[in-house]
């Protein structure tokens, strides 16, 4: 007789992370689940490394953040699925509240739930700036939730159903150079800008001016970025520089 499936699913997306994923995959050993890593056409042997861990793997060429992860969503045979990063670590704390949160009777757990994620710039935690608590929603029941394959960037899943929170953090080991930082900010900021090119959203004059202020205001005082001093200030005008590039960006696309 097989034994019964895990009724849980951790999904680690990958593109060249043999750096990180092995530390990743020890962290979610403590989970009991079952272990899928979607891999888009890595080069570094990060295959390697999930399958000698004892992952299940699939390679799927990357599109966006949405349509790797409903990929994901198809692919996975378990009621529960919980989304990883390659640069996340999963607690064995927090792994004793995802196995208390899916152990609840159907009738009465929620169908997803948002985990506090914890970011570790340059090996200091943030305390402000919108990192921290950061809530990302990251458990799913897979036969309750969805992406749309048009949200290109900060995706974030459509739930049937009513939704949890989980309070033990996720740990997101998240950059470890002030050039790493820029770099994913620019891609981040060029699907956004496609995003809004799609949705015939152009850019007005006076938003070069003041969207990148707001955005600054909100993440430096309404956020709270002012508690990590110099770093959280030079994080958020980091991020009022990457709204500055969406924008230019979405005005070029509009004239191409």
């Known amino acids: 007789m097989n034994p019964s499936p895990a009724p849980l699913t951790a999904v680690v997306l990958t593109l060249n992370e043999a750096v990180h994923l092995p530390d990743c995959l020890r962290s979610l050993t403590t989970l009991g689940a079952s272990v899928l890593v979607l891999d888009s056409l890595s080069s570094d042997g990060t295959q390697d490394i999930a399958r000698a861990a004892g992952a299940r793997v699939v390679e799927q060429a990357f599109v966006n953040y949405s349509c790797q992860r409903q990929v994901a969503l198809a692919l996975v045979e378990s009621p529960w699925l919980l989304f990883v990063d390659a640069d996340e670590r999963v607690s064995p704390a927090l792994a004793a509240a995802v196995r208390a949160a899916i152990a609840r009777p159907e009738a009465e757990a929620p169908a997803a739930y948002w985990i506090a994620r914890r970011n570790l710039f340059w090996g200091h935690p ?131």
């Open 126 to 256: 943030l305390r402000g700036g919108g990192w921290w608590p950061d809530h990302q929603l990251r458990l799913l029941r897979v036969d309750r939730s969805r992406y749309d394959p048009q949200q290109a960037v900060h995706e974030l899943a459509e739930v049937a159903g009513s939704v949890g929170w989980i309070d033990e953090p996720l740990l997101h080991l998240n950059y470890d150079s002030w050039a790493e930082f820029w770099s994913k900010q620019q891609a981040y900021a060029r699907l956004e800008a496609g995003r809004r090119r799609a949705a015939e959203r152009w850019p007005r004059p006076q938003h070069f001016l003041l969207q990148p202020l707001r955005e600054f205001r909100r993440r430096f005082f309404s956020l709270g970025g002012y508690r990590d001093g110099l770093l959280g200030l030079g994080l958020c005008l980091a991020m009022a520089w990457a709204e500055l590039r969406t924008l230019w960006w979405s005005r070029r696309s509009a004239l191409d």
